[in-house]
């Protein structure tokens, strides 16, 4: 069902009741984007006033509509992003649907990949990913792509100073418990 329910006059109360219960179950991981509806402004104040805030994943991609998978488009979606979602910083950016947007526009120079480092440089964001039906992150190097995640099944980088970042693979912590143990 929607966040926000079927009645729209009732859609903030609804989506706090929804994620205040979530967060009362213990989840501790909500995974969000801008072309998910009003998603990222229902979620943001439905977190509003919590003191243990949960890990927040947004996405860049496909919004507005003739988003460009270029570095100042993906900054600019990340601090949409954060304006919506009322908070200084996201856990995780990650590029929506990476097959569909092409490694070309990725890995340029001034592509999407650029503007996710950026992002992560300036402090907008802990940790840079990909998301994707399909997707396949093992092949992230051979773009010269590193220290990249994927989230299709769900999987989850954690900040290293080693050569190759930890990774876990959180599809079963999800389904079966959940919730991401970090």
Avoid at 22 to 28: H, M, Q, S, T, V
Avoid at 49 to 61: D, I, M, N, S, Y
Avoid at 129 to 150: D, H, K, Q, W, Y
């Amino acid at each position: 069902a929607y966040l926000g329910g079927r009645e729209e006059e009732r859609a903030f109360e609804n989506a706090r009741q929804v994620v205040l219960r979530a967060l009362e179950l213990g989840i501790n991981y909500i995974d969000t984007a801008p072309l998910y509806g009003r998603s990222e402004e229902l979620i943001g104040a439905a977190l509003e006033g919590v003191r243990e805030r949960p890990l927040l994943a947004t996405k860049v991609g496909f919004v507005p509509e003739d988003f460009d998978y270029g570095r100042d488009a993906v900054l600019a979606s990340v601090e949409r992003s954060l304006e919506r979602l009322r908070a200084d910083r996201l856990d995780v950016a990650q590029i929506h649907e990476v097959n569909l947007a092409g490694w070309e526009r990725i890995v340029d120079p001034d592509g999407a990949l650029a503007g996710l480092r950026e992002a992560q440089r300036r402090g907008l964001c802990n940790m840079i990913g990909i998301t994707g039906t399909n997707a396949r992150p093992s092949i992230a190097p051979t773009f010269g792509v590193e220290n990249m995640l994927g989230t299709n099944p769900i999987v989850f980088g954690m900040p290293t100073d080693e050569d190759f970042p930890f990774v876990i693979d959180c599809a079963t912590s999800v389904s079966q418990r959940g919730k991401i143990e970090v």
